[in-house]
T-cell receptor, first 110, second 113 residues
Framework: EDKVVQSPLSLVVHEGDTVTLNCSYE??????LLWYKQEKKAPTFLFML????IEKKSGRLSSILDKKELSSILNITATQTGDSAIYLC??????????FGTGTRLKVLA | DGGITQSPKYLFRKEGQNVTLSCEQN?????MYWYRQDPGQGLRLIYY???????QKGDIAEGYSVSREKKESFPLTVTSAQKNPTAFYLC????????????FGQGTRLTVV
């Protein structure tokens, strides 16, 4: 059975801090890992990772995949209150069944 | 502009009633999905469909039903058999290759009154 575990479940930091969010997965016929940010309603796409060890960056956010360890991390540097959200990861397999993790709820205090 | 439209945004249901949530996409995507989200939680897969006239159960399909008669549409019916239907429901779609980005609608918040 496919599984996705995200940690920590929740995190409270102050503006300027750096955070690391974790995603571990077990899926059959792995294709890619997707990261999303959800603030109010629809999750918004952050990254798609397909190759191990290659970091993807977008501003203060970066992410990397480790296929050997079946995991991925999402880093956010110099956090801002606007980073407060639920961060979701979803490993995509060779089937169309997309399963999301429970998410990490990040709260950034001013 | 291409996208996914869910309607209504808010829905109130009396206990014992069936309700249908609409999801329409104009992205020409083959695969469509329904997720349920409870407060402070992640997304749980209810049903998904790879092509027209075909769909599969996700992890929490009990009490829900779907149809896929058109490529653009994937309505979800929450039946009276669903004991705790109050939740936020999200529809998504992906292109015809597994492993690609999923696009989401703005969601429907269902409340049982």
């Amino acid at each position: 059975e496919d599984k996705v575990v995200q940690s920590p479940l929740s995190l409270v930091v102050h503006e300027g801090d750096t955070v690391t969010l974790n995603c571990s997965y077990e899926v059959t016929n792995f294709r890619s890992l997707l990261w999303y940010k959800q603030e109010k309603k629809a999750p918004t796409f952050l990254f798609m990772l397909t190759s191990s060890g290659i970091e993807k960056k977008s501003g203060r956010l970066s992410s990397i995949l480790d296929k050997k360890e079946l995991s991925s991390i999402l880093n956010i540097t110099a956090t801002q209150t606007g980073d407060s959200a639920i961060y979701l990861c979803a490993p995509a397999s060779g089937t169309y069944k997309y399963i999301f993790g429970t998410g990490t709820r990040l709260k950034v205090l001013a | 502009d291409g996208g996914i439209t869910q309607s209504p945004k808010y829905l109130f249901r009396k206990e014992g009633q069936n309700v249908t949530l609409s999801c329409e996409q104009n992205l020409n995507h083959d695969a469509m999905y329904w997720y349920r989200q409870d407060p402070g939680q992640g997304l749980r897969l209810i049903y998904y469909s790879q092509i027209v006239n075909d769909f599969q159960k996700g992890d929490i399909a009990e009490g829900y039903s779907v149809s896929r008669e058109k490529k653009e549409s994937f309505p979800l019916t929450v039946t009276s058999a669903q004991k705790n239907p109050t939740a936020f429901y999200l529809c998504a779609s992906t292109a015809d290759r597994p492993g690609t980005e999923a696009f989401f609608g703005q969601g429907t918040r269902l409340t049982v009154v």
